[in-house]
């Protein structure tokens, strides 16, 4: 094929496909109103300092991936990359946190100019829970069991759930500078990326998929011995929480995330269906944000999912949703027939029966191989003898034993009725 294509990374969502989206977007909406939270939208396009400001500039999503420009006016805007950002900013614009506490959800489109690959696109799709005004276990251990529901909810294997905590500032500054101390004589044997982290961002070194870099780390300072003991007890709370819930768990002291704003709890479900890229859910605490953006403190706890990856899942396992089918096809027979047939259609739609209306030409035994073929039960025939007669054919198309009738037209959503329910 020649001509304009879609931008490499940026893909259609054919018919065939959005089957599947809109099945698992109707569970994300009954589950999250189970849970009291409720719906925000975002504009997709952002001030680029709301990112700069949040994520870090010295993450790589900041200094690598945003797909950022200049508008008419000279603004810098940015493609949104991540969901949270946006929420905070929506909540302190609105004042949505003022005296009040706040569960949320979005979902949408993100932009990242990454490499392509199996789950990961340069515009994906997140749904997120946003939980603002709770400092305490609780809301974590609620947050992480309405993600445990989703994979029940989706009919799905249990990913596996790892959390860890990265402290409080004053904690998380010591560590970092005992991670850095222990680091920097092995910096020669470090990745390359990893030696850039060095001394921009040492913590994402942890995340680090060298297994030369992953063997240096294995005697490095673990965070746990930094904590302070109300963060300690905090952590230790949401472990019997979880525990009395019988959610699985493991902690792996070596979990980061890829954005500044988070502190103390973080967690993941990762799965062994994705390969490397196996993290299909990912949050944690990020109670800092709204003062970085200029706000005042508001304790937040959240997770985004990347749908795409959920996709992947579901599809390895055999359970995407077929293509919706038509309950009737209604077939007529020329032009002198189509207008009643419409309205006919019309009528049965009504009633709550989907209807695929034959248009344009064909003769009836066309009309009838794509009636066949189209996976509806009935074939509903308007020929010029049943107009004549005030009558219509039904056709059972499924139905080997299924006779075919005739029957008056203003009886027609009667005999529909009666023969699908």
């Known amino acids: 094929m020649t001509g304009v294509k879609s931008i490499k990374g940026m893909n259609d969502l054919l018919p065939g496909q959005t089957v599947a989206w809109q099945k698992i977007e109707g569970v994300f909406r009954e589950l999250f109103e189970l849970y009291s939270y409720r719906e925000i939208r975002t504009p997709i396009v952002e001030s680029t300092s709301l990112f700069s400001r949040s994520i870090g500039e010295s993450s790589d999503i900041v200094s690598k991936e945003m797909y950022t420009f200049e508008d008419r006016n000279g603004d810098s805007l940015t493609l949104r990359p991540e969901g949270t950002a946006s929420i905070a900013r929506a909540g302190l614009q609105h004042g949505l946190f003022h005296n009040q506490q706040q569960r949320l959800w979005y979902q949408g489109p993100m932009f990242r100019y990454e490499r392509p690959q199996k789950g990961r696109f340069r515009q994906f799709h997140q749904v997120g829970i946003e939980a603002y005004g709770w400092s305490s276990a609780d809301i974590e251990a609620e947050v992480i069991a309405l993600s445990h529901a989703l994979w029940e909810k989706l009919g799905i294997s249990q990913p596996k759930l790892e959390i860890n905590s990265l402290g409080s500032e004053q904690g998380r500054t010591a560590y970092l500078k005992a991670l850095k101390h222990y680091l920097e004589p092995h910096k020669n ?233």
Not at 230 to 255: C, W
């Open 189 to 421: 044997d470090l990745d390359k990326d990893s030696q850039k982290r060095l001394d921009r961002n040492v913590l994402r070194i942890l995340d680090s998929k060298s297994p030369q870099t992953r063997e240096i780390l294995d005697d490095a300072p673990n965070i746990f011995d930094f904590l302070g003991e109300s963060e300690l007890a905090q952590f230790d709370e949401l472990q019997k929480l979880l525990n009395a819930l019988a959610i699985p768990y493991s902690v792996n002291s070596r979990m980061v995330r890829g954005l500044d704003y988070y502190n103390n709890l973080v967690f993941e479900w990762v799965h062994s269906d994705l390969g490397a890229q196996s993290t299909v859910c990912a949050g944690g605490r990020y109670d800092r944000l709204t003062e970085q953006l200029g706000g005042k403190f508001v304790a937040a706890f959240g997770f985004a999912i990347g749908i795409e990856r959920l996709l992947d899942i579901i599809e390895s396992s055999g359970q995407l949703a077929q293509l919706p089918t038509p309950a009737i096809y209604f077939i007529s027979d020329g032009a002198a027939c189509r207008q009643q047939a419409l309205v006919a259609a019309s009528q049965l739609r009504e009633a709550d029966f989907s209807v695929q209306m034959h248009c344009g030409e064909g003769s009836l035994k066309n009309q009838i191989k794509r009636a066949d073929k189209s996976g509806a039960q009935l074939a509903i025939i308007l020929g010029e003898q049943e107009q004549n007669a005030g009558k219509v054919s039904i056709k059972p198309l499924r139905d080997k034993n299924g006779i075919q009738s005739v029957v008056d037209i203003a009886r027609l959503v009667q005999c529909v009725s009666e023969r699908l329910t």
